[in-house]
């Protein structure tokens, strides 16, 4: 047992001896994280989509505005996994394109995504088309669409949680036109098979990824095989109700961590979930490097652990009893509140909770008690017990 980068290390199987999965989107959706270099085609800029070699990459030169997460051990596992993806038989011949970052500091909204093309990797032909059946598909090419997710920073929290009580968000509509956009230009000409299409993504990737699978139109949402969302938010009942989300609710692949807080945020239980062992604790399972793989395929566990039943039923409460404008203000206070202890990550957060806890306790004296309990909320799921006195113990 071991997560991704030791699942790519060491499984080599083509596709056609271990068919396309959740663990290997997850592996796409986190090299959605890296800041690929001008070797790799930007979006849009050509009629058809544009790739290169994955290896191309693969110039250490690049590295340092590549990984910019500002933690070296971060910065480090994904080189990691970029390297063993480019050395693996099982991904060889992947290649990499349309890629696009764009961010609006005055809206506060990040965007990126990128085109993975596994059209030449080993057994690539097996993965069905949107049938699910397995069959060997017609030889238009396999895409899989990758949209990047928030990091463990506060602000990829206050992101997370400013989508799910927001749609859409600027980002939303941003993964929506890129999507039409790379299903357009990979339709194929007139007698011949367009591209199989997969879309995913990490954290608010997987809630862009749903969301513009949903927006889709018909002849590209037609070549969509499975939409995987790993551990991402979901969406108001508004939207589950809708007939596109409708549509589309049957490919979504979801996946979420024993602890999650992000992936059951509006969680209504339309899209079914799988729960994943991690080997983190608290809020920090939401980092797919945590997540467990045996044998090709995800650890799997009954349910999510008391813990994180407890959070989910307190944030889904709050939810109910406040409204739209109320929700914005409150998440804006309980970032305000937690980020007055002067860490900008949950790690470090956690690791100086000492520190810390006096900072947030006189932050959030001024807060009202609906506040004050999502503040409680949020913060237990921190790994640590200093949190007992804020709010009630769980109920299995």
């Given at each position: 047992?071991?997560?991704?980068?030791?699942?790519?290390?060491?499984?080599?199987?083509?596709?056609?001896?271990?068919?396309?999965?959740?663990?290997?989107?997850?592996?796409?959706?986190?090299?959605?994280?890296?800041?690929?270099?001008?070797?790799?085609?930007?979006?849009?800029?050509?009629?058809?989509?544009?790739?290169?070699?994955?290896?191309?990459?693969?110039?250490?030169?690049?590295?340092?505005?590549?990984?910019?997460?500002?933690?070296?051990?971060?910065?480090?596992?994904?080189?990691?996994?970029?390297?063993?993806?480019?050395?693996?038989?099982?991904?060889?011949?992947?290649?990499?394109?349309?890629?696009?970052?764009?961010?609006?500091?005055?809206?506060?909204?990040?965007?990126?995504?990128?085109?993975?093309?596994?059209?030449?990797?080993?057994?690539?032909?097996?993965?069905?088309?949107?049938?699910?059946?397995?069959?060997?598909?017609?030889?238009?090419?396999?895409?899989?669409?990758?949209?990047?997710?928030?990091?463990?920073?506060?602000?990829?929290?206050?992101?997370?949680?400013?989508?799910?009580?927001?749609?859409?968000?600027?980002?939303?509509?941003?993964?929506?036109?890129?999507?039409?956009?790379?299903?357009?230009?990979?339709?194929?000409?007139?007698?011949?098979?367009?591209?199989?299409?997969?879309?995913?993504g990490h954290s608010k990737g997987g809630s862009m990824a749903v969301y513009a699978a949903m927006h889709a139109a018909d002849a590209v949402r037609d070549r969509i095989g499975r939409i995987f969302s790993h551990d991402g938010?979901?969406?108001?009942?508004?939207?589950?109700?809708?007939?596109?989300?409708?549509?589309?609710?049957?490919?979504?692949?979801?996946?979420?961590?024993?602890?999650?807080?992000?992936?059951?945020?509006?969680?209504?239980?339309?899209?079914?979930?799988?729960?994943?062992?991690?080997?983190?604790?608290?809020?920090?399972?939401?980092?797919?490097?945590?997540?467990?793989?045996?044998?090709?395929?995800?650890?799997?566990?009954?349910?999510?652990?008391?813990?994180?039943?407890?959070?989910?039923?307190?944030?889904?409460?709050?939810?109910?009893?406040?409204?739209?404008?109320?929700?914005?203000?409150?998440?804006?206070?309980?970032?305000?509140?937690?980020?007055?202890?002067?860490?900008?990550?949950?790690?470090?957060?956690?690791?100086?909770?000492?520190?810390?806890?006096?900072?947030?306790?006189?932050?959030?004296?001024?807060?009202?008690?609906?506040?004050?309990?999502?503040?409680?909320?949020?913060?237990?799921?921190?790994?640590?017990?200093?949190?007992?006195?804020?709010?009630?113990?769980?109920?299995?």
């Open positions: 047992m071991g997560n991704i980068l030791d699942f790519v290390r060491t499984d080599f199987r083509g596709f056609d001896e271990l068919p396309f999965g959740a663990v290997d989107s997850l592996v796409l959706s986190e090299l959605a994280y890296v800041h690929m270099p001008v070797a790799v085609p930007r979006y849009g800029t050509t009629k058809t989509v544009a790739t290169v070699p994955l290896t191309d990459a693969l110039r250490a030169e690049d590295y340092p505005t590549m990984f910019t997460t500002g933690s070296t051990t971060t910065n480090e596992y994904r080189l990691g996994l970029l390297r063993a993806v480019c050395e693996s038989p099982r991904y060889r011949g992947i290649r990499v394109g349309e890629y696009v970052e764009r961010l609006d500091v005055t809206n506060q909204t990040q965007f990126a995504a990128m085109t993975f093309d596994l059209g030449d990797c080993r057994g690539a032909a097996t993965i069905g088309a949107s049938d699910g059946s397995g069959a060997a598909a017609a030889d238009g090419g396999l895409l899989y669409v990758a949209f990047r997710g928030t990091d463990g920073t506060l602000v990829g929290w206050k992101e997370d949680f400013n989508m799910a009580v927001r749609c859409p968000v600027p980002a939303q509509d941003s993964a929506a036109e890129y999507l039409a956009s790379v299903g357009d230009r990979s339709a194929g000409v007139i007698g011949a098979p367009g591209a199989r299409l997969m879309v995913g938010p979901g969406f108001d009942r508004a939207v589950t109700v809708s007939p596109a989300y409708r549509a589309i609710v049957g490919r979504i692949d979801k996946t979420v961590p024993e602890s999650s807080v992000i992936g059951m945020l509006l969680d209504d239980g339309e899209a079914r979930y799988t729960v994943v062992k991690a080997d983190a604790i608290g809020i920090l399972q939401h980092m797919g490097g945590s997540w467990q793989v045996a044998d090709g395929a995800f650890v799997t566990l009954g349910g999510l652990n008391p813990s994180a039943r407890f959070i989910a039923r307190t944030i889904a409460a709050w939810l109910d009893g406040v409204d739209q404008r109320q929700r914005e203000i409150a998440i804006d206070q309980v970032y305000d509140v937690v980020a007055a202890a002067g860490y900008d990550n949950f790690a470090d957060l956690a690791a100086h909770w000492t520190d810390a806890m006096p900072k947030i306790l006189l932050a959030a004296k001024d807060t009202d008690p609906a506040t004050r309990a999502l503040i409680a909320a949020v913060l237990k799921s921190l790994p640590t017990s200093a949190l007992r006195s804020l709010a009630p113990q769980p109920r299995p």
